[in-house]
């Protein structure tokens, strides 16, 4: 008997360890939006070559949307180019489901598709007291393949209002590239800004987009290096009839505003 008792008293302590262990799991942290990692750039998509816009006439025809839309596409680049495997595989840890690895630390595993070839991606996530580390490694097998890489790393506040992204540039060359910060608000993220991070000529040029309520409710406020000094440039926009106005001392002459409207055609500024 008192061997049967010693028996269910273990079986009852150990179902209670157990169960215990499984509730200092906890819930997993909840991923940034990816607009977190991502400027829309959808209302500035050019089909002219920079040197046809750099050099139109201002004041005709679609050039203040073009002049816009250049020095955009200069920071979409980037994302397109360099940076699009990482935040590809970001976008797709959305959609899948994490696992427990260790105390406060979760782990996604999954693979990714870009342009046919096939990348490996684990992000991790691990629950501090204030805030959220992020982790992202990569692996291409193959061809040109690279072992394990920290592709970017970040954190986010425990409330998800907000977080710094940092993106290296490549396996090859892992330099600190891009810094990403951002912020959300009830409806979705409040701004997001670029700053260019690399120890080059380049090095602190920023671009930061985000929405308001005023009429034209979305912006981008640019600094950027074009070749002999820093410039700055801003544009305004209206999301849904897409009309506009951008403003640059060095490139328009003055601080006004120079106009667009629903068809990207230039109008005088009212």
Same mark, same amino acid.
């Given at each position: 008997?008192?061997?049967?008792? /010693? $028996?269910? $008293?273990?079986?009852?302590?150990?179902?209670?360890?157990?169960?215990?262990?499984?509730?200092?799991?906890?819930?997993?942290?909840?991923?940034?939006?990816?607009?977190?990692?991502?400027?829309?750039?959808?209302?500035?998509?050019?089909?002219?070559? /920079?040197?046809?816009?750099? /050099?139109?006439?201002?004041?005709?025809? #679609?050039?203040? %949307?073009?002049?816009?839309?250049?020095?955009?596409?200069?920071?979409? *680049?980037?994302?397109?180019?360099?940076?699009?495997?990482?935040?590809?595989?970001?976008?797709?840890? *959305?959609?899948?489901?994490?696992?427990?690895?260790?105390?406060?630390?979760?782990?996604?595993?999954?693979?990714?598709?870009?342009?046919?070839?096939?990348?490996?991606?684990? $992000?991790?996530? $691990?629950?501090?007291?204030?805030?959220?580390? %992020?982790?992202?490694?990569?692996?291409?097998?193959?061809?040109?393949?690279?072992?394990?890489?920290?592709?970017?790393?970040? #954190? /986010?506040?425990?409330?998800?209002?907000?977080?710094? %992204?940092?993106?290296?540039?490549?396996?090859?060359?892992?330099?600190?590239?891009?810094?990403?910060?951002?912020?959300?608000?009830? #409806?979705?993220?409040?701004?997001?800004?670029? #700053?260019?991070?690399?120890?080059?000529?380049?090095?602190?040029?920023?671009?930061?987009?985000?929405?308001?309520?005023?009429?034209?409710?979305?912006?981008?406020?640019?600094?950027?290096?074009?070749?002999?000094?820093?410039?700055?440039?801003?544009?305004? %926009?209206?999301?849904?009839?897409?009309?506009?106005?951008?403003?640059?001392?060095?490139?328009?002459?003055?601080?006004?505003?120079?106009?667009?409207?629903?068809?990207?055609?230039?109008?005088?500024?009212?």
């Amino acid at each position: 008997m008192k061997k049967i008792l /010693s $028996l269910v $008293l273990i079986l009852i302590l150990s179902t209670g360890f157990f169960t215990s262990c499984k509730k200092d799991k906890g819930a997993p942290p909840v991923l940034p939006p990816q607009e977190s990692m991502t400027i829309d750039f959808t209302n500035f998509s050019s089909t002219k070559k /920079s040197a046809e816009i750099i /050099s139109g006439q201002k004041g005709t025809s #679609t050039d203040n %949307w073009n002049y816009a839309a250049t020095v955009a596409g200069v920071w979409k *680049l980037i994302i397109n180019t360099t940076l699009a495997v990482p935040v590809t595989a970001f976008k797709a840890a *959305l959609d899948k489901t994490p696992v427990f690895i260790s105390t406060k630390t979760w782990q996604w595993s999954y693979n990714v598709t870009f342009l046919n070839i096939i990348y490996k991606a684990r $992000l991790t996530g $691990l629950i501090r007291s204030s805030d959220v580390q %992020w982790k992202m490694y990569i692996t291409r097998e193959g061809t040109d393949g690279f072992a394990e890489f920290l592709w970017f790393e970040g #954190t /986010s506040k425990l409330d998800g209002t907000g977080g710094q %992204w940092i993106l290296y540039e490549s396996a090859q060359a892992p330099d600190a590239l891009l810094q990403i910060d951002w912020t959300k608000t009830a #409806t979705g993220v409040g701004y997001v800004k670029y #700053t260019y991070v690399k120890n080059d000529s380049f090095k602190n040029s920023y671009i930061e987009y985000g929405l308001t309520t005023s009429a034209l409710n979305a912006y981008y406020t640019i600094h950027y290096y074009v070749g002999v000094k820093f410039s700055d440039v801003n544009v305004e %926009w209206n999301t849904t009839t897409h009309n506009g106005h951008v403003k640059s001392i060095d490139y328009l002459g003055d601080v006004n505003w120079y106009c667009w409207d629903e068809n990207k055609v230039n109008i005088v500024c009212l």
